[in-house]
């Protein structure tokens, strides 16, 4: 066999190989193409699925609740209008100051009580209507409806108000004095605006014969700035010593917020569901005195400022999407504009970035996690002698997902010095969310109402950041509603237990149209459970 012949043989054996390879490099490249269209697919179609819950995205409880026409339309004349507006002023004026437990002012609170029946008349003279005071200075009003098959309500609101420095107001807090359309004074953001509010809606009322079918308490707590204890614990007390059965309980703690939620142009009314806890914390730190001339490395003033200033730089964990808040912005996802609507449908997802977007202003970062505030800082008692000791108060509100326990680990943590004592001053503990479904019928009214009086608002559920009365009532009804239909800005916020608070009068005006269709709205036979 010749040369050529041999190499011919060996291409001939070694072809078939050849082929098998050039198969199986073919079925490989096909393979990983396979896979890099489903590597690039599967992003598509996750951003679909994500669009596709978008807007197909019904939240819980969505249903607008029926509209009713009023028997009584809310339509005032002049002269309401001049009385309202007097009427309230007029208990702005009244200084019903709380300080303390054993610090407030009982000869306004007296005042305030001769005051109410000279401002609303027919309200204390009507058949329908029963008054008494409870635990001193607290108020009980008993409203009785035709209609007895028919579960009742309550109203509640508080009379007393925060301190306020005079010097540092644009007018004086208790003057009510009304500028360039706004009541200035302390009390008509928090809370005499509701207590006004309501009793001026019933008193329209009945001055224009209305009969209410469902019987409904009022309950104004004089003591809600300092706990409650003796005021709204005594009323709620009264109620179930004689058996009342409340079918759901109304109370200030949210409002209607403009321009507040990001990326939202309208307004917003949050019904708050439920609220969060609070915590007092004391820390004191004790170290030896002496003469400042010769003063020790650390002193209890230093020791204790450095704990402070540990936890002002190091917030508690992000807690948003775990508590009520996550209803109140899957209820806006359908108002938002893109790519907004697609971030909170699907919260499951994106609750870390939008909790780290909420925590850049101070009225969202309270819904985001508990929120610490150092409230008072006690120490030293002479310029050139070293304090032996030092205490300060931290006021905590916990995010309802937050347990006290919890907390207190969190605290020890970031302090992380053993020379610092802490101590739990006072805490409440976490109230249950109420419902906001379709058939729940205190949330469908307060919805319903909202609806009538400021039809252009979007209404969601939501927490309310404060302490409220309402804990006092939880042995009545576990459905306990916070709103008052005031209207807040940005700026408003801080006017709230601070300086220059103020209503605009319009605004107190759709207060009282509110309470005055709420209450009839309120006497409806609906098919919602009670």
Not at 59 to 71: D, E, L, N, S, V
Not at 219 to 237: K, L, P, Q, V, Y
Not at 256 to 279: C, N, R
Request: hydrophobic content about 40%; overall charge positive; glycine content about 6%.
């Amino acid at each position: 066999m010749s040369e050529w012949q041999l190499l011919q043989r060996r291409v001939d054996v070694a072809a078939p190989p050849s082929q098998g390879r050039m198969k199986r490099t073919k079925g490989r490249v096909r393979s990983t193409a396979l896979v890099a269209l489903l590597l690039l697919s599967l992003p598509l179609a996750f951003l679909a699925a994500l669009l596709i819950r978008t807007y197909t995205f019904e939240p819980a409880a969505g249903r607008q609740p029926p509209t009713r026409g009023a028997a009584l339309a809310a339509n005032f004349t002049p002269a309401d209008r001049k009385q309202m507006l007097g009427a309230l002023q007029g208990a702005v004026r009244i200084p019903t100051v709380s300080r303390s437990p054993t610090d407030f002012n009982v000869s306004a609170l007296q005042q305030f009580g001769r005051y109410l029946p000279k401002v609303f008349p027919t309200v204390f003279s009507s058949s329908f209507v029963h008054h008494e005071i409870i635990a001193n200075y607290s108020h009980l009003f008993t409203i009785f409806g035709s209609n007895s098959t028919l579960a009742p309500y309550i109203l509640t609101a508080h009379l007393d108000v925060v301190p306020a420095i005079k010097e540092e107001w644009e007018v004086p807090p208790f003057s009510a004095e009304v500028r360039d359309g706004y009541l200035y004074g302390r009390g008509t953001l928090d809370d005499k605006l509701s207590a006004m509010g309501i009793l001026q809606g019933l008193e329209l009322l009945l001055k224009r014969g209305y009969k209410p079918r469902r019987s409904f308490y009022i309950g104004f707590g004089h003591d809600e700035e300092i706990g409650g204890n003796n005021g709204a614990r005594n009323i709620a007390s009264v109620l179930k010593s004689r058996g009342v059965e409340i079918a759901f309980l109304l109370d200030e703690g949210s409002s209607i917020f403009d321009g507040i939620i990001p990326g939202l142009g309208k307004q917003v009314a949050m019904i708050a569901t439920s609220e969060k806890s609070s915590a007092t914390i004391g820390l004191s730190v004790t170290a030896l005195s002496g003469h400042a001339s010769i003063p020790p490395k650390e002193t209890s003033i230093g020791i204790l400022a450095a704990a402070v200033s540990k936890l002002e730089r190091n917030p508690m964990p992000r807690m948003f999407g775990q508590g009520p808040e996550r209803g109140l912005f899957e209820h806006l996802t359908p108002q938002l504009p893109f790519p907004m609507n697609v971030v909170m449908a699907n919260l499951w997802l994106f609750a870390p970035l939008v909790s780290r977007m909420m925590e850049k202003k101070p009225s969202t970062n309270s819904l985001v996690r508990t929120t610490t505030a150092v409230t008072e800082f006690h120490a030293g008692i002479k310029s050139n002698v070293i304090a032996s000791s030092a205490k300060a108060t931290v006021n905590f509100r916990l995010h309802p997902a937050h347990k006290l326990e919890e907390l207190l680990q969190q605290i020890r943590q970031i302090i992380s010095d053993e020379r610092v004592k802490i101590k739990v001053l006072k805490s409440s503990p976490p109230i249950p969310m109420s419902s906001y479904e379709d058939d729940a019928f205190g949330y469908q009214v307060i919805k319903e109402t909202i609806g009538n009086i400021f039809p252009e608002v979007i209404v969601t559920p939501g927490l309310c950041t404060a302490s409220t009365d309402t804990r006092h009532y939880q042995n009545l009804t576990s459905e306990l509603y916070r709103f008052v239909p005031m209207i807040l800005k940005e700026e408003d916020i801080f006017r709230l237990h601070g300086v220059n608070e103020r209503i605009s009068v319009r605004n107190y005006e759709d207060v009282v149209r509110f309470y005055f269709r709420f209450i009839q709205n309120s006497d409806c036979q609906c098919s919602t459970r009670l």
